[in-house]
């Protein structure tokens, strides 16, 4: 597990009390790719957020252990391996079953359309797919994690 430090002070809307939004960025199961979610996780930070990313080939406990031990505000997920129903399924379980559902659950990668509703259905805020800029991410995550989100 690495924390991406920030360089300068936060100035992204932070919840209460913390200074910042602390956001855990991961990559569930057995997907080796992480050129995108390192960019990602680099984006969130510099525009101001504490970004604990927890590395390759996490499971969703882990995930969500991690979440809960950092006390984290949001878990971005990036899943290029096809399994992300059930990867996202099983977070969103274990948050409600470890009474952190007001952890704010996105995702990433290659989610094919048809499968973006159930996402949704199933808890997933958001799904970004390959193309969405870092500043629709961040101006995203700002908006709806912590405070002045919906």
Known sequence: MNTVPSESPG?????????RLRIVVAKPGLDGHDR???????????????VIYTGLHQSPEQIVQT???EDADGIGL??????????FARVIELLREADAADIVVFGGGII???DRESL?????????????????IVDWVRGNIGPGGP
Do not use: C, Q, W, Y
């Not at 949704?120 to 629709?136: D, H, K, N, Q, Y």
């Open 11 to 19: 100035t992204a809307a932070a919840p209460s009390g913390s200074g």
């Open 36 to 50: 995108g979610v390192k960019v990602v996780a680099r984006a969130l930070r510099d525009a101001g957020m504490e």
């Open 67 to 69: 979440a809960i031990a």
């Open 78 to 87: 990036s899943v290029l391996s096809g399994a992300h129903l059930t990867l």
């Open 112 to 114: 094919p359309e048809a």
């Open 120 to 136: 949704a259905e199933l808890g997933v805020a958001r799904i970004f797919t390959p193309g969405a800029s870092m500043a629709e």
